[in-house]
């Protein structure tokens, strides 16, 4: 029967690898993504304070609620690692599971 | 001889197979819920729905916007964002979409709050609050679509946790 264990962990790691290769990009764009559009926004709350638009009350509670707003946009990001960490040991599981069958078929 | 060597044979014919079992259906790994079409489809109508009360409150004149005028548009948005929130909250393995909605909701009654107290809403207050809402909901439309996987990874995710 072939079933090399060594062989198949070394499958299993580049399966694993592969997928987070293909969405470690994914990752880091969200998270990039997320702090440019923070960045905008600062931005835009201290031009609305320059031009007597708010107060600076409300200067202080915008900047509190960005807090929250940055806070959910890594929270997507967060979701994406998980699935990506997800569909990578999954792909580890396959090939561990494909492996099995094929020495499986061999007896 | 034959004999001899035909049982080990059997039995590790049965162990493989009860690991395969094991493996195809008890193992394998699950982080996050699977994608819910209608709570996706949620978060869309309910962020459209705060968009038009913002940008109705925009078209009206800075000293006609009392609270009472836009109490019942409160009251309204507020019920389908807790509705939102339930959703999220009574699906497993959802902890950043719930969170993502407890910020919409906590926000959207600190804002209702605001305006009950100074009863108005300023064009700067609303024009940044319906800015931050849009990236909001747009995180939340996001968090939910991630979660749409290719059927590959859901066939090696089935039935587990």
């Given amino acids: 029967m072939a079933f090399d264990i060594g062989e198949v962990l070394k499958q299993m790691i580049s399966a694993a690898g592969d997928v987070l290769a293909k969405e470690g990009p994914i990752i880091k764009g969200c998270v990039k993504a997320a702090f440019e559009q923070e960045k905008d926004a600062l931005e835009e709350i201290a031009q609305a304070r320059l031009e007597g638009e708010i107060d600076d009350d409300d200067l202080k509670s915008q900047i509190a609620d960005e807090e929250d707003a940055l806070k959910a946009a890594l929270l997507a990001c967060k979701v994406k690692g998980k699935v990506a960490a997800q569909k990578a040991a999954n792909a580890a599981i396959k090939v561990f599971t494909g492996a099995l069958e094929t020495a499986f078929k061999a007896l | ?161």
Wanted: with cysteine; hydrophobic share 40%; proline share 1%.
């Fill in chain 2, 1 to 161: 001889m034959r004999a001899s060597t035909a049982v080990p044979q059997r039995v590790l014919a049965l162990i493989l197979s009860l690991i395969v079992a094991v493996a195809t259906t008890g193992c394998a790994v699950k982080l996050v819920a699977d994608y819910d079409n209608a709570a996706f489809e949620e978060i869309l109508a309910v962020g459209k729905k705060v968009d038009k009360f913002y940008g109705t409150l925009l078209e009206t004149k800075a000293d006609e916007r009392p609270y009472a005028k836009f109490s019942d548009d409160y009251v309204s948005i507020e019920t389908d964002i807790r509705s939102m929130l339930l959703r999220n909250q009574a699906r497993a393995l959802n902890s950043e979409s719930t969170q993502i909605s407890e910020i919409i909701l906590k926000l959207m009654t600190k804002y209702k709050d605001r305006h009950k107290t100074r009863n108005t809403y300023t064009d700067g207050n609303a024009r940044l609050d319906r800015n931050r809402f849009t990236r909001l909901f747009a995180s939340a439309a996001s968090a939910e679509e991630a979660k749409k996987l290719d059927t590959d990874d859901k066939d090696a995710e089935k039935d587990s946790k």
